[in-house]
């Protein structure tokens, strides 16, 4: 059945014989085993209902796949149907592009030579068509100017795609920027109507795009035409001052907006779960991944366009509420993975194996891989060497699995991609061979050669070379090494009392968990104390005194309020933190063990120096304004003017960053005002509106109640004086093209949110955070709620910035990674720590103090001191090492026997 195909002509619902009531309104009249669906995001498609339909139950009949024009339906080969029993169910659809033959404007299906965002990474990747040179489609010449044309199948009303897609600006700037690293010549253009560059580290993104040379015309193209003598595109566009322009481009991306699978609409029938106007999965503000069915939650694409470390972020959180869910079952049905015994090769001959990998054309686009592979057949030791088309794929790992036991290699060299994401797979290869995990050396010919020497083909495989020989020499020295097995205390500590905590909190708990939970302040709630109602009308207030009474009362979770963490100590597994509760003059102390910590420490509005915040009463932050309106100490008038400023000490030289939420903030409290008082005058002044994902529909309710957005640029900064009465604000109105002034009974400013620093938790725990204050992740696709250190997670907005759903979201995610740890029970600790020689330690303590880890203790020995490593807090940074006056510290895979052998063997070039 393929639903794309699908035209809602409706024929096929004639010819069914089978009529049935509707399972959830028997009211109704009766519908048919197949029948067509409308809805507003996918105008038709048909849906089955497998119990009533004849030939799925063994009935001949068919009349469907007859009828059907279009060759949608086909009942030629039956689906296989099995059934699981199973305690809860997460669904992950994902999304899919907006198909951009259905913008006839744009003409996609005329011209080869305008491709979608997709498409265009393809031609910019080495392992694509073109091998990474930017060509274009029609004659394969290089296209001087490219032009990107923003919001192509999104904010586009009566189309049923009236959202924002959330990624596209994201991923456009990024693709560009990609084009120019390839061709630093090209001459590229994004046609925008709000850079929506929300998010940790991506208004950098975005200005380093700016001074890269590319241009950023805030306009929406209307229409794209071919040039028929030369294959160009025609772009006409209207600047915000109302000139009308004419470009010719010689290649044109879409980066497409996103829409639900073609297939929600037939699982959300078949699941009995609610979808929203647009397609995508319906969820509560307070319950982001839950669906309308108890016992199913959702995750990534199928709530709604997201990045990727969101769907990563919600995956996590999706699998600690279905782990709540089943707590009194966990470890029933667990197979533990059973490996070979360690084959001991101390004693065996040297015998290296090299596995050099293409990665398709990513490497061998630029690396003559196959030059390579020959070199290291006549590199010592070396007795295999074969070249993969993709090492990481599964037949490539049983190859490598089987040439290990078939040749008897002793040593494992893969050149391929980074070991920091490849790097476990190959290990865990080489162990099901029956190898020490420690006894493989990897390459990383991607990263440092084929990306990075993109245009030097002959110079990157030169390198190649370089590397895989330095990698043999180390392979030749490198020992099995042992893992350490540590218990781990099941036991939990959040750190941060507000939303994210407690959700943290709450999520262990239910899962079984002891769990402390700190909060500097006299009570829990953080942030959201400050919120009165919510752009979805879900009442903030109620669910916070009802979440509070949940986290109270449960009997795993010990709630310490006016506390402060004073000192922690240990390792993943095995902490213990020092903290002090209670009021000045009264406070104890006590000492917590635990398994992990996770840090939701949040966040607070920035109160600048400008704008007279702090000089005149009718001059407030935006959550002071909320609980004035809340609470009827502020009532808009008939005549009166109110005005929101957004982007106030963000985005400029006082914090880089986009705070994410304040332009829906904004739009909330103006909406409230028209609600209040439908005659009072809103201005909100904006740089970019921000409303990314279904927010969109709350900026667009905003136009049609009569509020004003006025643009104003960053150079050209809003004014404001105290009046008799009032505060008045001049603003340079760009479509004007003049000043205007407004009289304002109140001023709201929407400023950066910055991250909540406490001294003593800083001093007690030096988690690594990013250059805006944030708590840093390990890896901002992967791992984004892992700290750099083990046993420690982030969430919330100690992480960064973020709404309601997404802290929620987050939180989840969170609990669901340490409960790794504490169900395990057990942790492994990396075998790259370092090892200290006693009889060579002379107890100085150089590496003590230098450790990032405190992975060091300086202990009495007989007479003397001697320095003991901490092995599962170490991290094999080799800081120690370095700074060892005796050469008593060594770090595991990275010996300076090993190192010195890499040294030599650089130096031996052939």
């Not at 790097?423 to 050669?449: K, S, W, Y």
């Amino acid at each position: 059945m393929d639903e794309e195909k699908c035209t809602g002509c409706g024929v096929c619902a004639q010819y069914c014989p089978v009529t049935l009531p509707d399972p959830h309104n028997q009211n109704l009249t009766t519908y048919k085993a197949i029948d067509i669906l409308y809805t507003q995001a996918i105008p038709s498609t048909f849906v089955v209902q497998p119990d009533y339909c004849l030939f799925l139950n063994k009935k001949e009949c068919k009349q469907c796949t007859r009828a059907c024009q279009t060759g949608a339906i086909n009942f030629d080969q039956k689906p296989e149907i099995s059934e699981y029993e199973v305690g809860a169910v997460i669904l992950t659809t994902g999304f899919k592009d907006v198909n951009p033959a259905k913008i006839v404007s744009y003409g996609y299906q005329e011209s080869a030579n305008i491709v979608t965002g997709r498409e265009f990474e393809r031609i910019s990747s080495a392992s694509g068509p073109y091998g990474g040179k930017i060509s274009r489609p029609s004659d394969l010449k290089k296209p001087q100017k490219i032009a990107f044309v923003q919001c192509a199948g999104s904010r586009t009303r009566g189309t049923g795609k009236e959202y924002c897609s959330s990624v596209c600006c994201k991923y456009a700037v990024k693709d560009a920027i990609v084009a120019l690293e390839h061709e630093p010549d090209l001459d590229i253009t994004i046609f925008f109507m709000d850079m929506r560059m929300h998010g940790k580290g991506l208004e950098d993104f975005y200005e380093r795009a700016k001074k890269s040379g590319i241009k950023f015309v805030r306009s929406r193209v209307a229409e794209i035409k071919r040039v028929v003598d030369d294959e160009d595109l025609r772009i006409q566009y209207i600047t915000e001052l109302g000139a009308l322009h004419e470009e010719t481009f010689n290649l044109v991306v879409l980066p497409m907006g996103l829409e639900p699978s073609a297939g929600n609409f037939s699982l959300a029938r078949a699941a009995g779960i609610d979808l929203t106007n647009y397609g995508f999965c319906r969820a509560d503000l307070f319950a982001p991944l839950n669906t309308s069915r108890a016992g199913i939650f959702a995750a990534g694409g199928f709530l709604g366009p997201m990045a990727l470390p969101d769907s990563v972020t919600q995956a996590s959180g999706a699998a600690a509420c279905a782990a709540e869910l089943l707590t009194p079952t966990r470890g029933t049905i667990i197979v533990e993975k059973q490996f070979p015994e360690e084959r001991s090769v101390g004693e065996e001959e040297l015998r290296v194996g090299v596995f050099v990998c293409n990665c398709g054309k990513n490497i061998a686009g630029v690396v003559d891989v196959t030059d390579v592979t020959r070199y290291a057949a006549d590199l010592g030791n070396v007795v295999v060497n074969v070249d993969n088309l993709y090492s990481c794929s599964q037949d490539t790992q049983d190859l490598i699995k089987e040439t290990v036991i078939r040749e008897k290699l002793n040593r494992v060299v893969v050149a391929a991609c980074t070991p920091r994401t490849h790097e476990p797979l190959f290990q865990e290869t080489v162990r099901e061979a029956g190898l020490n995990r420690c006894l493989l050396e990897m390459v990383n010919i991607r990263d440092q050669c084929s990306w990075v020497h993109a245009n030097e083909k002959e110079e990157a495989t030169l390198k190649a070379k370089d590397l895989v020989r330095m990698a043999v020499a180390k392979a030749r020295s490198i020992e099995a090494l042992s893992e350490p097995i540590i218990d781990v205390i099941p036991k939990a500590l959040v750190i941060g009392g507000g939303l994210a905590g407690m959700t943290a909190a709450l999520s262990l708990a239910e899962q079984g968990f002891a769990c402390v939970l700190l909060e500097k302040s006299d009570e829990l709630g953080g942030n959201l104390r400050n919120l009165h109602y919510t752009l979805s009308g879900a009442d903030p207030r109620s669910y916070l005194h009802e979440l509070i009474d949940k986290v109270k009362s449960h009997r795993l979770i010990t709630v310490h309020t006016q506390a402060a963490v004073e000192r922690v100590n240990g390792f993943v597994g095995n902490f213990q933190t020092e903290i002090t509760r209670g009021p000045e003059g009264g406070k104890e102390q006590e000492e917590l063990e635990h398994g992990i910590i996770i840090l939701a420490t949040g966040a607070t509005p920035f109160r600048p120096d400008e704008y007279l915040l702090g000089q005149n009463d009718r001059v407030l932050l935006l959550h002071e304004m909320e609980k004035k309106l809340a609470t009827g100490e502020f009532i808009p008038g008939d005549r009166d003017n109110v005005v929101l400023i957004q982007c106030v000490g963000s985005r400029d030289d006082t914090h880089s960053y986009c705070s994410s939420i304040c332009c829906s903030m904004a739009i909330k409290n103006a909406l409230t005002i028209k609600e209040l008082n439908p005659r009072t005058q809103v201005y909100i002044l904006y740089r970019d509106m921000r409303t990314y994902g279904f927010h969109e529909d709350y900026y667009t309710r905003a136009r049609e109640q009569g509020i004003i957005f006025i643009r104003y640029e960053l150079e050209n900064k809003p004014l404001v004086t105290a009046a008799e009465s009032n505060v008045r604000v001049t603003v340079r109105d760009p479509v004007l093209g003049e000043d205007i002034t407004l009289d304002a009974v109140m001023l709201g400013l929407s400023t950066a949110i910055i991250p909540d620093r406490q001294d003593n938790l800083e001093a007690a725990l030096p988690v690594p955070r990013s250059a805006e204050g944030f708590y840093l992740e390990s890896h901002v696709q992967l791992k984004p709620v892992d700290s750099y250190v083990d046993g420690i997670y982030i969430c919330g907005m100690a992480h960064f910035p973020k709404s309601i759903d997404e802290s929620i979201a987050q939180a989840k995610a969170a609990a669901a990674k340490a409960s790794i740890l504490l169900a395990r029970g057990y942790v492994k600790a990396e075998p790259i720590v370092a090892s200290c020689a006693e009889e060579q330690c002379i107890g100085c303590s150089l590496c003590a103090a230098f450790c990032p880890y405190s992975a060091i203790t300086i202990s009495k020995k007989g007479k003397g001191k001697k320095a003991e490593i901490i092995a599962a807090a170490c991290k094999g940074c080799g800081v120690c090492a370095s700074y060892c006056p005796s050469k008593a510290i060594s770090v595991g895979r990275f010996t300076d026997e090993q190192i010195y052998a890499q040294i030599e063997a650089f130096g031996l070039k052939k």
